[in-house]
């Protein structure tokens, strides 16, 4: 279908995209990447008055080395996290994540902001994102604010995000000493599909045992799940005792619904599936290296 | 065959560079001054009475030209409101009621498109939602909502003369055919194999969707430049529609970009039509690729199969298959035909009973898709010929191969089959997957099996094609054809067989496009039949063309016409190319100028017998048949149930190969698209709503999708009446494709699924209940 029409408002600030958004109230929409919110108003599933177009804002796409990790702006595209020499150094957890969205097509286009901003049950960048413990600025009419990942997603299709603000970047802190991180996207389908269900871990070792495991999900729940509860492996062997624990608590955690990528059953059966594979992946890893 | 200059030959295609090189036409690229574009309102109840629309305000909106409802239509004089090529059963617009959500109500012509999109926001309809029937098993008990009160049958193909009006039920057509004494046979039985399969609704997916423009030229003739693969058909269909004289519709089409069956019939061309004879302008309708999901499927198909086993073979078949043809029939009657008397398989079987039901239901109607149907049925007997073997201790290569039918041999129709190389088929597909060969042993969660799967299809007979070849003074040559170029490579092939027959090179060939004004009668570009009937005819033209030119050549060097051959643009004696003429030198002799043509036209039209409409029994049921094997090998993960096709071999009896490469990539493409059919490509519906109708959620295989190794092998038994022996291609890779995946699933895992697609999960679900045990938590071990 087309578009109804509507104005490309350009602003060349952020200060200046609030205020048009904050002025225009429910008629206007920000617009990153376009890649989702186009797909919609061609749909007219939402009709927008004006568009305030983020690309216009200069600044806003840098990747950049910080002594405590990395920081990404909200309008970096996919395929430059994806390609970031920085990223794939430091994070290479991140880039794979980025790299396996949709194709190449829709990463060259959306943007980092746009992704986490449209909060999609299933996207593949935020259990990435949570197990390394990313935090986002965002900027609005009342100001900045820090959010840490963790409490961006409230919902299905739903952010921490107030009328008229912004997510600016995201910042993600260094990989700890010793650790492994991995991300497993499971498409039941079609390669080329959305995923059924992706698994996000991060082991941390000490002496020849576990210090810490991260584990984080998408598309078993209305939003992407960063699992709690997990320090009890602390200074265990991941052996078969502490996995079927793991699994206990994981299970409790999520609560899949049925799509066309699989039923309730067989999420929680491929969530088990996939964290054993994580897990055996980042645990063969850290022993070899 | 004997000195042949070029059909034989695997030349390149002649529509590639301009395809790849962004240059052919299509019609959604086609402006005209003034155009107007469509938008249309589709029901979003499956099944409804409109009680009122009020269209007011988006007529008022500036730039709309006009909005249409179907009461409109109905009230026109002299239009008739329905179209159909089984039954007058599908209205131009929605009139007093809707069949399915998505059934178009409003039409809107604006100056664009987006402009009409806004009008039809404007528009508000008053529905009264009635009882509506989703499943096809449902829809035929007494009890079930009536999609339509009565049945009007069209008289547009001969081979559809037998269709009756019928009132009072959602079967729309029932097929019969009865051989030998099927009831002794089950009583007499060693055992007897009962089993149910479906097979879902689907979509075809071309790269173009649906598009048509419709204009009056200076003489108020009606043009309709539209992506059809049936010219000729949608002429006939808006003459009968609007009574317009044939002489006054000029249809064209250019190149497709695909159709897969999608495209036959009509489909927007009797609303453009009407749309351009009211606003008096040029008016195009293309639809979204939303649209195009809700316009036409494959049909959905629940088949049951019983057979009889005596001493290790199969004495008798009963096959009860249920095609779920939608809100309108389309062409499901002759689906259900054509398919319906194959759907015992290609094998010697004494006692057969075939039900074959053709059956309204509220959902999106369905039409032929590559394959016509003989996919589903396939899938069924397919699969249970080869649970059958593994029953019985049989193997499944031998078990299909003793009674495969040999030459000479009769059909469950009575017909008795040449050109049929099936047993050369299932051999090629066995020996390439190195069948006989071990199975590789299990490794961590990966087991690995084989699948062979075989199967037949029979061509649409009778189907007439008509060809003029005019030849010019400097011996090249026009070909008139309405045989439609989808990408399957028809241009290329028609001109290699003229170009044979004239002796004359593949550039000295110009193949006309599609044109009602110029080119003759076509019945379809589909069912694998075009290399044949429009093959035959071009040749048997350019044979007219060859005898006139012989004749001349005959006189003027007395030798006798017997002894003349064509070729490199001349005709001479055979054995001795010097003593001859060039076209130019003949057409000097003939008509004393270089300023003519030479011109000749031929028609193919294989007739087919009459077919007892209580046994199904026919002399000759079709013209020819198409072999297919297709042979798999799968990994499949036991904790995910997720399939790897690791190879796939599409084995397809031709005929004679025209173009040896057009028929390999045939093979391959048709097999590749039921990759996706088979392992997870379904229109998910609940309460008749579409759930998937996009590319975002309906996938189809993608180049991540590709097996590791694909192959094609082609098996030529030549055709007697063929062109130069050839039969067809453009469906047999794809009919054994999924009942090969789901046995070579069995061979590894040990389960077996019934119902497409063999999704991961559904695999999953069959290990987890062989096992026993629900797996609980923590209790699948790495
Ligand atoms: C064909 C296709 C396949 C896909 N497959 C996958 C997949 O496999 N895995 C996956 O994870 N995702 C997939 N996606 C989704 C894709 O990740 C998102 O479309 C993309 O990330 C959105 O980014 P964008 O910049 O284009 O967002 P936009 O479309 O511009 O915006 C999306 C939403 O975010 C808001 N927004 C944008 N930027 C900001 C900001 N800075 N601050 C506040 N709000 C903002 C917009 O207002 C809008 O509501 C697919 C998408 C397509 C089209």
């Known amino acids: 279908m087309t578009i109804r029409s509507f104005d490309l408002l350009q602003p060349r600030s952020l200060a200046e995209a609030i205020t048009l958004l904050v002025q225009h109230g429910e008629d206007a929409r920000a617009i990153g990447g376009g890649t989702t919110l186009i797909i919609l108003m061609k749909q007219r599933a939402l009709q927008y008055r004006y568009l305030v177009d983020l690309q216009s804002i200069p600044g806003l796409n840098q990747i950049s080395k910080e002594p405590e990790g990395v920081r990404i702006g909200a309008l970096a595209t996919h395929r430059s ?97 010793k650790s492994k991180a991995v991300y497993l996207r499971y498409s039941a389908m079609s390669a080329n599909d959305w995923p059924c269900l992706g698994v996000a871990a991060m082991v941390t070792r000490e002496n020849g045992r576990c210090k810490e495991l991260r584990l984080a999900l998408g598309g078993v729940a209305a939003t992407p799940v960063l699992v709690n509860g997990l320090t009890f492996v602390k200074d265990q062997l991941l052996d078969e005792d502490v996995m079927q624990q793991i699994l206990a608590v994981v299970d409790e955690q999520i609560s899949p619904f049925s799509d066309l990528r699989g039923s309730e059953w067989y999420k929680r059966q491929m969530t088990q599936v996939f964290i054993r594979r994580a897990i055996a992946q980042l645990d063969s890893q850290l022993i070899e290296g | 065959m004997a000195n042949l200059a070029i059909v ?6 002649t529509d590639a560079n301009p395809k790849v090189t962004g240059r052919a036409l299509h019609v959604g690229n086609i402006e005209m001054p003034g155009m107007l574009h469509v938008a249309v309102l589709r029901s979003p109840y499956p099944h409804a009475r409109i009680r009122h629309i009020d269209k007011s305000r988006a007529e008022a909106l500036a730039g709309v030209a006009v ?44 100056v664009d498109k987006r402009l009409a999109e806004d009008a039809l926001q404007l528009v508000e309809v008053d529905y009264e939602p009635l009882p509506a029937v989703f499943d096809v098993l449902e829809a035929v008990t007494p009890e079930s909502a009536l999609v339509h009160e009565q049945h009007r049958p069209a008289k547009a193909f001969a081979d559809l003369a037998h269709v009756q009006a019928g009132r009072q039920s959602n079967i729309c057509y029932h097929f019969k055919l009865r051989t030998g004494d099927v009831e002794r046979a089950f009583a007499e039985a060693d055992r007897v194999f009962e089993d149910t399969f479906s097979s879902p609704a689907a979509q075809h997916v071309p790269m173009e969707p649906h598009v048509t423009l419709v204009y009056l030229d200076e003489h108020e003739r009606l043009n309709v430049w539209t992506a059809s693969q049936s010219p000729s058909y949608v002429r006939t269909e808006l003459s ?104 015992a398989g290609p094998y010697r079987i004494p006692n057969v009973c075939i039900d074959s039901y053709c059956v309204y239901t509220n959902r999106v109607p369905a039409g032929a898709f590559r394959g016509f149907g003989v996919p589903q049925v396939i899938w069924a007997y397919d699969s249970q010929t080869d649970m059958i073997a593994r029953a019985i201790g049989a193997d499944p290569v ?43 042993a299990p490794s961590g969660t990966k087991s690995r099996g084989k699948g062979i799967a075989a199967g037949v299809k029979a061509v649409l007979t009778p189907s007439i094609s008509g060809a003029i070849v005019i030849l010019n003074a400097d011996g090249t040559a026009n070909v008139l054809s309405s045989t439609v170029e989808m990408g399957q490579g028809s241009e290329t092939t028609m001109g290699q067989i003229v170009a044979e027959e004239l002796g004359i090179s593949l550039e000295q060939v110009h193949i006309v496009q599609p044109d009602t004004d ?92 009459h077919m007892d409409p209580e046994t199904g029994q026919s002399e000759k049921c079709t013209e020819y048949w198409f072999p297919s094997a297709t042979a798999a090998e799968v990994e499949v993960d036991t904790e995910t149930g997720q399939v790897k096709v690791l190879q796939l071999v599409s084995v397809g009896d031709t005929g004679t190969s025209i173009n040896p490469r057009h028929c390999e990539q045939q093979l391959l493409g048709a097999a590749l698209t039921h990759l996706g059919l088979t392992l997870f490509e379904e229109m998910v519906f609940d309460e008749g709503q579409l759930v998937n109708g996009s590319l975002l959620d309906y996938q189809i295989a993608s180049f991540k999708d590709m097996p590791e190794s694909v192959r094609p092998i082609v098996v030529q038994v030549p055709h007697e009446d063929g062109p130069f022996g050839a039969k067809g291609a453009g469906e047999t890779g794809a009919l054994t494709v999924a009942p090969a995946i789901a046995n070579a699933i069995e061979d590894a895992v040990g389960v077996r699924i019934c119902d497409l697609p063999i999704t991961a999960e559904k695999i999953l679900r069959a290990l987890t209940d062989k096992e026993g045990t629900a797996v609980s938590i923590g209790s699948t071990t790495s």
Not at chain 1, 149 to 164: H, I, Q, S, W
Not at chain 2, 291 to 301: A, G
């Open chain 2, 67 to 110: 909005v249409l409802t179907g009461a409109e239509i109905a009230k026109m004089p002299a239009v008739d409101a329905h179209f159909g090529p089984a039954f007058r059963d599908q209205p131009i617009l929605a009139v007093e009621k809707v069949c399915y959500a998505g059934d178009p109500v409003v039409a809107v012509a604006a």
């Open chain 1, 81 to 177: 996290v994806e390609l970031s020499p920085v990223i794939r150094e430091a994070l290479p957890v991140v880039a794979e994540a980025f790299s396996r969205v949709g194709n190449v097509r829709v990463r060259q286009t959306a943007s980092v902001g746009g992704n986490l901003a449209h909060a999609d049950y299933r996207l593949d960048p935020p259990p990435a994102l949570l197990i390394l413990g990313a935090e986002i600025s965002a900027m609005g009419p009342n100001g900045a604010r820090k959010i840490p990942l963790k409490d961006f997603f409230r919902g299905m299709y739903e952010t921490a995000l107030e009328p008229g603000e912004l997510l600016v970047d995201v910042k993600i802190p260094s990989m700890p000493a």
């Open chain 2, 240 to 343: 009968a529609t609007f009574g317009i004289p044939m002489n006054r519709i000029r249809v064209r089409v250019p190149y497709l970009g695909g159709g897969y069956g999608a495209k036959l019939y009509a489909k927007l061309e009797p609303l453009v039509t009407i749309l351009a004879l009211i606003t008096k302008k040029p008016v195009r309708y293309a639809l979204t690729r939303e649209e195009e999901f809700l316009t036409i499927t494959k049909h959905k198909v629940v088949t049951r199969i019983q057979t009889a086993i005596k001493d290790g073979t199969v004495t008798a078949r009963k096959c009860e298959v249920y095609w779920d043809t939608g809100a309108y029939a389309e062409i499901g009657p002759r689906i259900g035909h054509k398919s319906g008397y194959t759907s």
């Open chain 2, 8 to 13: 034989g030959q695997s030349v390149y295609r």
């Open chain 2, 518 to 609: 110029a080119t003759p009668y076509d019945t379809i570009t589909a069912g694998s039949r075009s290399t044949y009937h429009m093959g035959n005819a071009a040749r048997s033209a350019a044979a007219k063309i060859k005898a006139e030119l012989c004749e001349v050549v005959a006189a003027r060097l007395e030798v006798a016409a017997d002894d003349l051959v064509a070729g490199k643009g001349r005709i001479f004696v055979r054995g001795m190319e010097e003593r001859g003429m060039t076209v130019g030198e003949i057409f000097l002799a003939k008509f004393g100028s270089l300023g003519t043509t030479l011109a000749a036209e031929a028609v193919c039209q294989p007739a087919a017998s």
């Open chain 2, 398 to 440: 031998e078990f299909r191969l003793k009674p495969a039918l040999d030459e000479g041999e009769p059909f469950a129709t009575g017909t008795i089959v040449r050109s049929f190389g099936i047993k050369e088929a299932i051999r090629e597909a066995a020996q390439a997957i190195e069948w006989s060969k071990p199975r590789a």
